[in-house]
């Protein structure tokens, strides 16, 4: 009501004085003060038109674009649109004031204005075709401030991308990942293809292209892709849903072609490249984890013995490369782990299954080398909590390894994994031949406990090197007396 008072006023006192004109100008009549009497009369008259002109525009901003307009499109209405109603109602005004207060013929004037139109409107044609199309992209909305858009400008050169940060009657302005302005006129805008990834919704859909040798198994590469991305979903501007999926696109010179789509909130919560930079690096390193790398294009053509491309996986020198990683058996010699190696059975498991159950009994422990799986505990109420994930490299069960204890926790396959398991029978004999190994792993695991005293309640005592030891002595005896 504020923003109302002051042009009702100023619009009220016009037209009181103008009702009440006859009374304070009664008899002037002749001379100069006739001439004041007509001049004050017209002043009042445009003062009423114009006044009212902004009253209306007032009116009409508050119960019309704030009120009407701006909820049913949930956003800021564009300036564009409403200071060019404003200007028809202004220049309807001074049309009137025209007709009316100086009584003259329209006719002539439109025919004048018309000629000066036809001459400013060639002199400025691309300025008239920037506002309308500005107009246009105001009515229609294409895009709007804060939206995160695409142009394609049909050239050689890179597609502009950027987040709209004004549209105004000449141009538009984008903001680009480097922080930098991108101005582009309206009337350029309206012959290039905008591609809108803000609408209808905030999550977007983004793609990343990896090439895999032929040789590599369709359904093991999608199972190590697939997991590479989940990886990284807990980071900010990644959404968890929908899920990434990873395809096998096509087969050309490379190999096969994957392509992975992810969903992020590009501008409001990640990059498209910094995402790109994420999804990238998490998969080369499962890739290099599991022995593999992008292909390249085979373009030379010569005659020789195929050679490996990489270790097979699943065989012993792969399992060796694999159990040399994990430090619970940092201490075992070369010979040892050659014994430990010839063992280790290979486990595939679906998606949705578990590995190991909280509660039942268990004499083995997992590496997983493939996938991703998922930690859960049981809560108050009997319901399942998600506390963690594991990733290729990690090993879980290790407490029921060495002492035989019940399941702390379910693990579940958050994709198709593949794992490595170690049963107490495979650790047995080394455990006979040198027992300062159980010492050894004794200290491992206790360090490993330490690290996760935050996440583990009955460990949370463990904030010191003499707790950690006590810890280590008294696992030394569940170990010993387990295996003995």
Request: charged share 25%; net charge neutral.
């Amino acid at each position: 009501m504020r923003k109302i008072l002051f042009p009702l006023f100023i619009f009220s006192i016009f037209l009181t004085l103008l009702i009440l004109k006859d009374y304070f100008l009664f008899g002037v009549e002749v001379g100069s003060l006739a001439i004041t009497k007509k001049f004050i009369y017209y002043a009042l008259q445009i003062g009423l038109w114009i006044s009212g002109a902004h009253l209306l525009n007032v009116l009409t901003k508050i119960f019309f674009w704030d009120a009407i307009v701006a909820k049913t499109i949930r956003g800021t209405v564009p300036r564009l649109l409403t200071h060019f109603f404003s200007l028809i109602v202004y220049i309807i005004a001074i049309f009137i004031i025209i007709g009316s207060v100086f009584d003259r013929e329209l006719t002539g004037v439109w025919a004048t204005s018309g000629v000066m139109a036809l001459i400013l409107g060639f002199a400025l044609r691309n300025m008239i075709l920037d506002l309308f199309t500005g107009l246009a992209v105001n009515i229609e909305m294409p895009y709007k401030i804060g939206d995160w858009i695409e142009i394609n400008t049909n050239n050689p050169k890179p597609d502009i991308n950027g987040e709209v940060i004004d549209i105004n009657w000449r141009a538009t302005r984008l903001r680009d990942e480097e922080k930098r302005v991108v101005i582009i006129p309206n009337s350029l805008i309206s012959t290039y293809i905008v591609t809108n990834y803000s609408q209808p919704r905030k999550s977007i859909r983004f793609e990343n292209i990896v090439r895999l040798d032929s040789s590599v198994p369709v359904g093991k590469a999608k199972r190590i892709i697939l997991a590479a991305v989940k990886e990284v979903l807990n980071h900010e501007g990644f959404y968890k849903d929908p899920e990434p999926t990873v395809m096998a696109n096509e087969t050309n010179e490379y190999g096969v072609e994957y392509k992975i789509r992810y969903w992020i909130n590009p501008w409001k919560g990640i990059y498209p490249t910094s995402a790109r930079d994420v999804i990238n690096s998490s998969i080369l390193k499962y890739l290099s984890f599991s022995g593999l790398k992008p292909s390249f294009p085979n373009e030379n053509v010569f005659f020789a013995k195929s050679k490996d491309k990489g270790i097979e996986t699943g065989s012993l020198e792969y399992k060796r490369r694999l159990l040399k990683q994990v430090n619970l058996f940092n201490s075992l010699e070369e010979q040892e782990i050659t014994e430990l190696v010839g063992k280790i059975d290979e486990k595939t498991y679906s998606k949705g299954e578990n590995l190991i159950t909280s509660g039942d009994e268990g004499e083995s422990m997992f590496i997983l080398y493939e996938g991703q799986l998922d930690v859960m505990v049981n809560v108050d109420n009997g319901a399942s909590h998600k506390v963690g994930e594991i990733y290729p490299g990690q090993f879980f069960g290790e407490m029921s390894l060495l002492t035989g204890e019940p399941r702390s926790a379910t693990i579940s396959a958050a994709t198709d994994i593949v794992a490595f398991e170690i049963k107490r029978q495979h650790v047995e004999d080394l455990f006979k031949k040198r027992p300062s190994i159980m010492e050894d792993i004794s200290k491992v695991v206790a360090l490993r406990t330490r690290e996760n005293s935050e996440a583990i309640e009955s460990f949370s005592h463990m904030d010191d090197i003499d707790s950690m030891n006590n810890f280590a002595q008294n696992l030394l005896g569940k170990i010993k007396t387990f295996f003995y």
